[in-house]
């Protein structure tokens, strides 16, 4: 029983095992031929749209053909179009060479013309060239050479006219313009100080003072000589001695002492000796003290200790009877008011003022001009540059740096010509008018000169033969003009130029 049972089970399983080959197979078979159309349909496809594309590919090349036949025959035609203007324009010009060519030629047969005739112009011009010159008796040269003499004094003629008239309106507005800023400055300052003058005289209660003053064998003048630096001239000046010494400071510590000593009455080598210490330490007080009273009536604050010792100074130093401190004063309020009334710089003009003259407190112990001086010791002490030019140029002896200095120099020279400022001896005053008439007298025509008004103006009579009245405009100019440059002198000085004609005849 159990072999049959194997035997149908194996049969069983070769028989299943043969359906499901079979139907593996035909399902294979099926998948192939599903896989085999669907290939083909792709073929075809593909096929068609092969075809296609070569059809839109032959439409595009046929387009981009045709395209490019349009391009062609419209540069083509653009060519042919350029040709034709090119030809055009050609053609334009060779007719405007062909025109060219006839203008020169006329040109060149006016121009022969014109040749011809500037030939017969030349040769008319030199024939009556020495025509003229066999009328007048002269040759071209000469002819050319007094036309251009008559040119130049008409020339000269006209200019000194202008020359005249243009100073004459710049004098006339100048003049008034300075007047009222001068006498604004001088209002605005209204100086109260009256000149002083230091001197050298003491008085003497009683006329036998002067036998104790000598002393025994002259003891003690000698001492209070030697220990002073000064000069005691007793004389027969009744109840007054005369103290003399160069230095103003010197000179005044001797006064002081000798008053002292007359007063005290104690006058012996020892009491001298002290009295004169005592007294030039109270100057030396007197002289810081006035230097920094003047820095502060001026309005000119942080100067050097130095500098305002040297300052002080001036309060004994005079110059024609002016104090040179109280004219350092006036002037830096004389300069402080112009350089406000031209926008200059105030303070600049103030200090230069104070310290035009500081050199006349130490010029007697340092060799040079007081201007040089005084801008030297100002440079050394840090003065501001500008001040130091105006120190040094306000005699001209530098040249002037700035507005400032001018304004300090027309400041100076205000506070020392104003009426009552200055007095000058008698044998200075005779030396400066003759080198005034000398001066106007060394031109030529001059026949006299007269300095009048206290040497404020000179006159000059010239000859009419020999100066016009335009030469004499200039003459007055080139006067002035060397008067400025070789003559120190307060203030201005007019200059007149007179010329008169006579004439005379007799009556037979």
Request: net charge negative; glycine share 6%.
């Amino acid at each position: 029983m159990e072999p049959i049972t194997i035997i149908i089970g194996v049969a069983a399983l070769l028989v299943g095992a043969g359906i499901g080959y079979f139907y593996n197979r035909s399902v294979v078979q099926r998948g192939e031929n599903s896989v085999r159309e669907r290939a083909n349909q792709i073929l075809e496809e593909a096929n068609k749209k092969t075809q296609e594309m070569q059809i839109q590919a032959k439409d595009a090349a046929f387009e981009i053909r045709q395209q490019a036949e349009a391009d062609a025959n419209r540069r083509r035609q653009k060519l042919t179009q350029e040709e034709d203007h090119v030809t055009n324009r050609r053609n334009a010009l060779d007719q405007r060479a062909e025109r060219l060519e006839a203008s020169e030629q006329k040109l060149n047969k006016r121009q022969s013309a014109v040749d011809k005739r500037a030939n017969e112009i030349d040769a008319l011009y030199t024939e009556e060239i020495q025509k003229l010159e066999e009328i007048s008796m002269m040759t071209r040269d000469q002819a050319r050479s007094q036309l251009l003499a008559e040119a130049e004094k008409e020339a000269r003629n006209d200019m000194a006219r202008i020359i005249r008239q243009v100073e004459l309106e710049a004098r006339e507005d100048g003049e008034r313009k300075a007047r009222e800023l001068i006498a604004l400055a001088i209002q605005r300052v209204a100086s109260d100080h009256v000149n002083e003058i230091t001197t050298s005289t003491v008085p003497l209660p009683a006329d036998d003072m002067k036998g104790r003053i000598i002393g025994r064998a002259g003891r003690n003048i000698r001492t209070f000589e030697q220990i002073a630096g000064v000069d005691v001239i007793v004389d027969d000046t009744p109840d007054s001695i005369t103290i003399s010494c160069f230095d103003p400071v010197r000179r005044e510590v001797a006064r002081r002492s000798m008053e002292k000593l007359i007063l005290d009455g104690r006058i012996h080598p020892a009491n001298i000796e002290k009295i004169v210490n005592q007294q030039q330490e109270e100057v030396e007080k007197v002289i810081e003290e006035a230097g920094e009273e003047a820095a502060y009536e001026a309005g000119v604050p942080g100067l050097p200790k130095p500098i305002t010792k040297v300052l002080g100074r001036l309060k004994f130093r005079t110059s024609y009877g002016q104090n040179q401190l109280y004219h350092a004063v006036e002037s830096s309020r004389i300069a402080a008011v112009i350089a406000a009334e031209l926008g200059a710089d105030v303070e600049i003009a103030k200090a230069g003022g104070l310290l035009h003259d500081l050199g006349k407190a130490i010029d007697h112990n340092v060799e040079g001009t007081h201007a040089g001086i005084g801008a030297e010791l100002a440079k050394r002490h840090g003065i501001h540059p500008k001040v130091v030019n105006a120190i040094a140029a306000h005699h001209h002896e530098v040249e002037q740096e700035s507005v400032e200095a001018v304004i300090v120099e027309t400041a100076d020279a205000i506070s020392g010509a104003r009426p009552g400022a200055r007095r000058e001896s008698m044998d200075q005053y005779i030396k400066r008018i003759k080198a005034l008439e000398d001066l106007a007298q060394s031109f030529a025509g001059v026949e006299e000169s007269f300095a009048i008004q206290a040497g404020r103006e000179v006159r000059i009579i010239v000859k009419p033969g020999q100066i016009d009245d335009l030469e004499a405009t200039r003459m007055a100019r080139d006067i002035a003009k060397k008067i400025e440059e070789n003559m120190q002198y307060p203030g201005q000085i007019k200059v007149t130029v007179i010329r008169e004609t006579r004439a005379t005849e007799y009556a037979k």
